[in-house]
């Protein structure tokens, strides 16, 4: 009888510590009416132990574990309060945990780097934030994030919940090369030191009060000086806008119209523009982005033939954290059909491209692209018999200090090796280049 009515008295204590905790919820959510953070803090901490404690009494019990925290409070409360308090620490770490807890990893990672930021110390947010970057990968974190640990540990701000930080990177420096040219199928290589610089503008953020709405802007400008050969200069500047929308859970579509102008001795050479359409994947999936692109480049009078319109379809397939946490494998394979306005420049391109990506000794980052295409042209050069094939593989080796100059200036060492056959005997080649570029980002 006695242990009969011990089992009963058991059985009622997850029930009894379940109760207080949906009690603590209660108190939590009228306490983020008041703004106060202390009181705010209080609340949250005693719902965060009632509910652990109703977790040790289930498991205790049935030895199983509870899968969702009974005693979070709604989603919708808690961004609305963010809303009007967006440093409340307690507030960004409870929406984080809410939105992992519903999968939405993307956003639980604004939400823990919104707590680093005013607090870089915080143990809970930085257990977060490399948790759902670890599943996340850097990719995404890059290119979609746009924020990493380095920058919201110095302090860069947000004013939105769900708006992501501008992102500005530049980087210079020099290398030399045998066989260059900024487009080897059209202007003609050389050999020479070239000193080259470029730099980037990334932008995505919430458009007024429209919740899952983004703008998304991507400005990039490249220069090339040819040393030996001041005729080779060459310069690009490229722009995109577009709106981004989410669809199902973890994916979004971007689109993005874009215009891009090259520049051949500071001269215009080319000018493109088109649009493109994106799926992207937020959660580490193993397709991580598909895109469609179509597009039109205008060439200056002396290579007008070429004047083309171009489509192009590609995927990037993603794995994380082969060989060790925080490495990435990106093969992206791509089908790309130029239309030029003479025959003998159009032709259709299937393409694939490898990079991996994997830090060690702490500041250290190891980082290896690899291209290769195939140009099946419609009809011959003046010396090939029958119609003009071209295969090219471009190898590009780095290696990158982080921090080299006051934690915010990174060196970057690389090499590049490019092979061209073609049975057109004028367009093979290869190229070798190596040099040391600086690269800072804020």
């Known amino acids: 009888m006695v242990a009969w009515l011990g089992c009963a008295q058991a059985r009622e204590l997850p029930l009894h510590y379940y109760n207080l905790a949906q009690l603590a919820r209660v108190n939590y959510e009228h306490s983020l009416l008041t703004k106060r953070s202390d009181l705010i803090n209080s609340y949250y901490n005693y719902a965060i132990a009632t509910y652990e404690d109703y977790v040790r009494a289930y498991n205790a019990f049935y030895g199983q574990t509870v899968q969702k925290a009974v005693a979070a409070p709604n989603s919708n409360q808690v961004y609305l309060a963010l809303q009007q308090d967006p440093g409340n620490i307690a507030l960004n770490l409870r929406y984080a945990q809410l939105m992992e807890a519903e999968g939405t990893k993307f956003k639980a990672l604004l939400a823990y780097q919104r707590a680093l930021r005013v607090d870089h110390n915080n143990a809970a947010a930085k257990a977060g934030f490399e948790r759902i970057s670890s599943i996340l990968g850097p990719a995404?974190?890059?290119e979609l994030l746009l924020r990493s640990k380095h920058d919201v540990d110095n302090g860069k701000t947000t004013t939105n919940v769900n708006s992501t930080k501008t992102t500005l990177?530049?980087?210079?420096?020099?290398?030399y090369a045998s066989g260059a040219s900024g487009r080897p199928d059209i202007i003609p290589r050389t050999n020479s030191t070239i000193l080259n610089a470029s730099g980037s503008f990334f932008d995505e953020r919430m458009l007024g009060k429209m919740h899952d709405f983004r703008l998304r802007t991507d400005l990039f400008v490249y220069g090339d000086l040819y040393l030996r050969d001041r005729d080779s200069d060459f310069n690009r500047l490229s722009l995109k806008v577009g709106p981004v929308f989410p669809l199902a859970n973890n994916w979004q579509l971007a689109l993005a119209p874009f215009g891009k102008i090259s520049l051949l001795n500071y001269e215009r050479f080319s000018d493109t523009g088109g649009a493109s359409v994106s799926i992207e994947n937020l959660q580490g999936y193993w397709l991580n982005?598909?895109?469609?692109?179509?597009?039109?480049e205008n060439f200056s009078s002396e290579f007008k033939g070429r004047n083309a319109a171009e489509a192009q379809l590609s995927a990037t397939l993603a794995l994380y954290?082969?060989?060790?946490?925080?490495?990435?494998?990106?093969?992206?394979p791509g089908l790309t059909y130029n239309n030029a306005r003479q025959d003998r420049f159009r032709y259709i391109e299937p393409a694939i491209s490898a990079q991996y990506e994997i830090p060690f000794l702490e500041k250290l980052l190891f980082r290896a692209d690899i291209n290769y295409f195939?140009?099946?042209?419609?009809?011959s050069e003046a010396d090939v018999a029958?119609?003009?094939r071209d295969s090219n593989l471009i190898s590009r080796p780095s290696l990158t200090y982080k921090g080299f100059i006051q934690e915010a200036i990174d060196i970057v060492g690389s090499y590049s090796y490019e092979q061209n056959w073609s049975n057109d005997s004028t367009q093979q080649y290869e190229s070798h280049s190596a040099g040391v570029n600086l690269k800072w980002n804020y």
């Open 386 to 388: 029958g119609k003009r």
């Open 169 to 175: 990177s530049f980087d210079g420096g020099f290398r």
């Open 374 to 379: 195939c140009r099946f042209y419609d009809d």
């Open 321 to 332: 954290s082969l060989l060790q946490k925080g490495d990435y494998f990106f093969l992206t």
């Open 289 to 296: 982005k598909a895109e469609f692109k179509i597009s039109r």
């Open 140 to 142: 995404t974190t890059k």
